[in-house]
């Protein structure tokens, strides 16, 4: 989920945790046509004045033969303040803070169903992140209906946060209709490079010197666990795993393995900053 403006550093943060930082690599036409009719449990339920409050973490790890593992994290919270609840526009003032990183504040907007969001300039790009505040039907489809156990199949048609382009299979693992609740859960496949994918790393052997090697990588595999209620994300997990080979004229050719992981969840109201 991107939260707020660019940082200063936007390479940096974008291999660390795209839901703050995706690149906008070009801007979009935005439908304004009605948004679809989904189920209740997928379909934003908002009040003008609410606060909607998140923790989120991501590791993206690298195990390679022969070196120490090259680990990365970030974590932070984020309250969002629902300014309008226009299904198509959305508004929202965010407050975020990546702990060691930065913190901020920034207005944005929600639009075709849960497709694209837009920054306080009004520029507006397609919602590539692996998880979010909403429901997103580029990551999950357009189910008509809900059942336990009910399967689809989502053809994903361009990289993504933890992902690259791909087959993804959903299915139904629980619908509370009292509650206006449902978990799914996501597993795919596919290959090629992730949005902000960084394929250039550091490795560090047993003498403490740092070699930076190029990445070249396998087929990736995610599955992932999501609870929505009333469209909104209540619990999110995802992890995705790759071969890799690492190379360099220092260290050759290496194979290793590549996983990341996101947990989002909501929690009670609290200011980010």
């Known amino acids: 989920m991107d939260f707020g403006p660019r940082a200063p550093d936007s390479s940096r943060l974008s291999y660390f945790f795209q839901m703050r930082t995706r690149s906008v690599l070009t801007a979009i036409a935005v439908s304004t046509a009605t948004a679809p009719t989904r189920p209740p449990s997928l379909t934003p339920h908002l009040s003008i004045g609410d606060t909607l409050s998140v923790v989120f973490a991501r590791t993206i790890s690298f195990k390679i033969d022969g070196y120490a593992d090259y680990v ?26 990546f702990d060691g ?14 497709r694209s969001q837009c920054d306080s300039a009004g520029t507006c790009a397609r919602i590539t992140d692996a998880t979010g505040l909403l429901f997103n039907p580029l990551q999950w489809g357009e189910p008509d209906a809900l059942r336990d156990g009910a399967k689809w199949t989502v053809r994903i048609t361009e990289p993504w946060e933890l992902g690259p382009a791909g087959i ?8 509370d209709p009292t509650s206006n609740t449902v978990t799914l859960e996501r597993e795919g496949q596919g290959d090629g490079a992730y949005a902000g994918d960084r394929l250039q790393i550091p490795l560090q052997g047993r003498d403490s010197v740092s070699i930076p090697v190029t990445v070249i990588p396998g087929r990736s595999h995610w599955i992932g666990h999501t609870t929505f209620q009333r469209g909104r994300v209540i619990s999110d997990e ?16 290496i194979s290793g393995i590549e996983r990341q992981y996101i947990v989002f969840d909501a929690m009670s109201t609290l200011h980010a900053n």
């Open 101 to 114: 990183l930065l913190e901020g504040r920034e207005p944005i907007e929600i639009r075709d169903g849960g």
């Open 168 to 175: 993804e299979r959903v299915t139904v693992l629980h619908v």
């Open 72 to 97: 990365r994290r970030i974590s932070g919270t984020a309250s969002f303040l629902v300014l309008d609840t226009m299904p198509n526009h959305l508004r929202f003032d965010n407050r975020y803070r």
């Open 238 to 253: 995802i992890l995705v795993e790759r071969p890799v080979v690492v190379t360099s004229d220092k260290v050759g050719r």
